[in-house]
T-cell receptor
Framework: RKEVEQDPGPFNVPEGATVAFNCTYSNSASQSFFWYRQDCRKEPKLLMSVYSSGNEDGRFTAQLNRASQYISLLIRDSKLSDSATYLCVVRYSGNTPLVFGKGTRLSVIA | NAGVTQTPKFRVLKTGQSMTLLCAQDMNHEYMYWYRQDPGMGLRLIHYSVGEGTTAKGEVPDGYNVSRLKKQNFLLGLESAAPSQTSVYFC???????????????FGDGTRLSIL
């Protein structure tokens, strides 16, 4: 079983739509969770951290379900500029490297 | 404020040649990482370092060596390049693990390496 699993997509959605991605992780002792965004041929960039109580940043909402070991990202009112690959990222403990999912590709269509 | 800088950005090598990729960060970060990214494979950790003078193997270390002689620099070496090492290489750094390991990683903009 992969450590961090994501649906690769692509998710093709019209502008203004709401889209949600899920990610599952295998290590129940995981401590830290992030969503990164990667544009084509660019480096990954931190989109947001994911906190236990859930958190929101503008149109983006991240949630964590420790019991089911999954993380979600909700994007409201999708923009063309949201088109990218979204990487789910987990850290098992304070001293271990981040573990990246393979990413979910989103295309927002006019 | 350069952040994480990778050198070179592009390189073409012949099989068997050697080269070194340089990663430099100006944020005084303790932890540094080298990843490779291939289509359909996601980011895979090659080697990492938790501080000056230390290195550790990641998921795919074979065929690569690293050195962290200075805190700000992390070098990735290919002793004898193979076509299977054609990839995009990303360097990243993070301040330290933090109390709860919640420090994100900052990436360089990548090195595109082709081995013929």
């Amino acid at each position: 079983r992969k450590e961090v699993e994501q649906d690769p997509g692509p998710f093709n959605v019209p502008e203004g739509a709401t889209v949600a991605f899920n990610c599952t992780y295998s290590n129940s002792a995981s401590q830290s969770f992030f969503w990164y965004r990667q544009d084509c041929r660019k480096e990954p960039k931190l989109l947001m951290s994911v906190y236990s109580s859930g958190n929101e940043d503008g149109r983006f909402t991240a949630q964590l379900n420790r019991a089911s070991q999954y993380i979600s990202l909700l994007i409201r009112d999708s923009k063309l500029s949201d088109s990218a690959t979204y990487l789910c990222v987990v850290r098992y403990s304070g001293n271990t490297p981040l573990v990246f999912g393979k990413g979910t590709r989103l295309s927002v269509i006019a | 404020n350069a952040g994480v800088t990778q050198t070179p950005k592009f390189r073409v090598l012949k099989t068997g040649q050697s080269m070194t990729l340089l990663c430099a960060q100006d944020m005084n970060h303790e932890y540094m990482y080298w990843y490779r990214q291939d289509p359909g494979m996601g980011l895979r950790l090659i080697h990492y370092s938790v501080g000056e003078g230390t290195t550790a193997k990641g998921e795919v270390p074979d065929g690569y060596n690293v050195s962290r002689l200075k805190k700000q620099n992390f070098l990735l070496g290919l002793e004898s390049a193979a076509p299977s090492q054609t990839s995009v290489y990303f360097c990243a750094s993070t301040r330290d693990s933090g109390a709860a390991g919640n420090q994100p990683q900052h990436f360089g903009d990548g090195t595109r390496l082709s081995i013929l």
